[in-house]
């Protein structure tokens, strides 16, 4: 993924999360049963937090020339949220509560975010131990 692509999704992304959480706080509140808000609620939580995520890696694809590992880390925070958020925020708006099935499969994507991009901090970290020392 190429840095501003990554930069614009955050960016989409964060704008969404932001519109989303005073849509709940101020849209909905007494006008959905009290479950249903609280799921609304945890939708906006993780869609906020996993932008700014996004927006971290972009930097970080930056600055390691667009790595494909960091990349497809992006790709699975970026999908991650549209399946866990958007399947979230669509059972809390309709009340249709097979919506909630879906949602472990977003789940499954943002961990692989978080996973692809531990591997490859692990992996830079061992290439920049095994460098000469530069003095």
Not at 4 to 17: K, N, R, S, Y
Not at 91 to 116: C, D, E, F, N, Y
Request: charged share 10%; net charge neutral.
């Amino acid at each position: 993924m190429k840095t501003e692509t990554c930069l614009g999704i955050a960016g989409l992304m964060g704008a969404t999360a932001v519109a989303a959480g005073a849509f709940g706080a101020h849209g909905l509140e007494g006008k959905i049963p009290d479950d249903l808000m609280e799921i609304f609620q945890t939708a906006a939580h993780y869609h906020l937090i996993h932008s700014v995520v996004l927006l971290a890696l972009s930097a970080l694809i930056q600055q390691n020339q667009e790595s494909a590992i960091l990349s497809i880390s992006a790709y699975f925070f970026s999908f991650g949220i549209l399946v866990f958020a958007g399947s979230l925020y669509i059972l809390a708006l309709s009340g249709t509560r097979w919506w909630g099935a879906v949602t472990p499969i977003g789940g499954v994507l943002l961990i692989l975010g978080w996973t692809t991009l531990s591997y490859y901090c692990f992996r830079a970290g061992k290439s920049f131990a095994s460098r000469p020392n530069q003095s």
